[in-house]
């Protein structure tokens, strides 16, 4: 199945039609999607395939392959070579890159570079044709989720609780809607090796891009990188050239209502994903950590300093 899929998605690219010897290479590291290294006339490629039933979680293919566009013509994405429709497949040059260890990214330089790339892409990006409000994809993910029985927790009413009480803070002062990545998982940057030079910070994997809150970005990054208080100030200077409470506090609620939407992403791929993974225990995981985030002795003071001014 995956053979005939890569072997059919070679055969739309045009500039692989005259290459003699195409590789193949499966790469690893995604969970809902294949991705392949392909070889070809001294060039390296990746061609994503789009994984079955995603659309269940509210992508949009024409979406993700216009935010990678102009994320590669700003130099934060590798550069798309090519759209196969009507599947939404996406060719990308390959970059020669190492992973960066979650050790590492935390540091103030890295910290630094990656605010750098996620502005850039929240200043300079076209409107994207596709919302992504943390509270409605809740809602949508949950609705999936119940019709096709999935398991809930015991206290989900203390959870949706708890998010109402985050909505209805954030409210007194709406974000204006950007465009935004919404998945800042680490496995999702790379550092570009370059021969002599300082690589450049990469960022991959566009499928849930969308015009949200710039809040829910550095949030989500902050919690996937479980950034202590030192470093969320230095995120965060880095990002507006200072610091505020309210937007410390603004980041904290972004982080938990990331938390909660990594649970429901878990739970709701427990009944439609056909991959053998433990999205249960990823689900669990992250209502978890929401539980402790929404029950910090800090939490109504959060909900007071985002009606803040300044």
């Known amino acids: 199945m995956n053979t005939l899929a890569i072997d059919k998605a070679i055969d739309k ?30 060039k390296s490629y990746v061609i994503r395939l789009a994984g079955e039933g995603t659309d269940m979680l509210g992508i949009k293919r024409d979406v993700e392959h216009a935010a990678n566009k102009v994320a590669g013509e700003l130099g934060i994405a590798p550069e798309i070579m090519y759209f196969i429709e009507p599947q939404g497949y996406i060719v990308t040059r390959f970059v020669n890159g190492k992973h960066i260890a ?3 990214i935390v540091k103030p330089d890295y910290l630094a570079r990656v605010a ?6 929240h200043r300079n990006a076209p409107k994207l044709k596709s919302q992504f409000n943390v509270f409605r994809r809740v809602e949508m993910l949950t609705k999936t989720a119940k019709s096709r029985g999935a398991k809930f927790p015991n206290d989900w009413d203390f959870i949706m609780k708890k998010m109402r ?8 002062d709406p974000y204006k809607p ?12 790379l550092e570009e090796e370059v021969a002599g030079e300082i690589g450049e910070l990469r960022l991959l994997d566009w499928e849930y891009a969308g015009m949200g ?15 202590n208080d030192e470093q969320i100030r230095l ?7 200072s610091f505020s409470q309210k937007h410390y506090a603004r980041l904290r609620i972004m982080w938990a209502m990331s938390e909660l939407h990594e649970s429901m992403w878990g739970t709701t791929q427990t009944v439609i994903s056909k991959l053998e993974e433990d999205f249960q225990g990823y689900a669990d995981l992250w ?24």
Not at 165 to 172: C, H, Q, R, V
Not at 178 to 189: A, F, G, Q, V
Not at 289 to 298: E, G, K, L, P, Q
């Open 178 to 189: 950007t465009p935004c990545h919404n998945d800042l998982l680490n496995l999702n940057w």
């Open 13 to 42: 690219v045009p500039f692989f039609a005259d290459s003699k010897n195409i590789k193949k290479i499966p790469l690893s590291g995604g969970i809902t999607n294949l991705n392949f290294k392909i070889e070809a006339d001294g």
């Open 102 to 104: 979650p050790a590492e």
């Open 165 to 172: 009480e985050a909505e209805k803070a954030l409210l007194k």
């Open 287 to 310: 209502f978890g950590r929401y539980r402790v985030h929404v029950t910090d002795y800090r939490w109504e003071q959060w909900l007071k300093d985002v009606a803040k001014k300044k």
């Open 213 to 227: 809150d710039i809040f829910f970005d550095l949030g989500n990054f902050s919690h996937h990188h479980r950034l």
């Open 235 to 241: 995120f965060l200077t880095s990002y507006f050239g």
């Open 116 to 121: 750098e790339k996620l502005r850039l892409f």
